[in-house]
């Protein structure tokens, strides 16, 4: 899944630590595989995130980061987010060592 946000001007670093500060509550969503947060211009930002299946998609997109998207949309972003979905075809990972 992949969703693009664009920063109210003057927001932009309110918008980096609402998307850092997301980070704590990812670690708690085991159906949620790799998250990423991106800065892709000066005021455009996105979220990719990937599922090990459509009902951890589903379950994301009810989640709290969802929420806490929706809750604070208005005063950080300057429209609404757009969030495309997609399946992954191909991949590359790193080799998980286990001990």
Known sequence: MYVRLQAKKGKEKEVEKFLCDALTTVQNEP???TWFALRLGPSTYGIFDTFADVEGRQA????KIAEAIQERSAELFSQPPATEQAD???MKLPE????
């Open 31 to 33: 159906a949620i595989s």
């Open 60 to 63: 994301h997109l009810s989640g």
């Open 96 to 99: 998980v060592v286990q001990y």
């Open 88 to 90: 992954v075809l191909a």
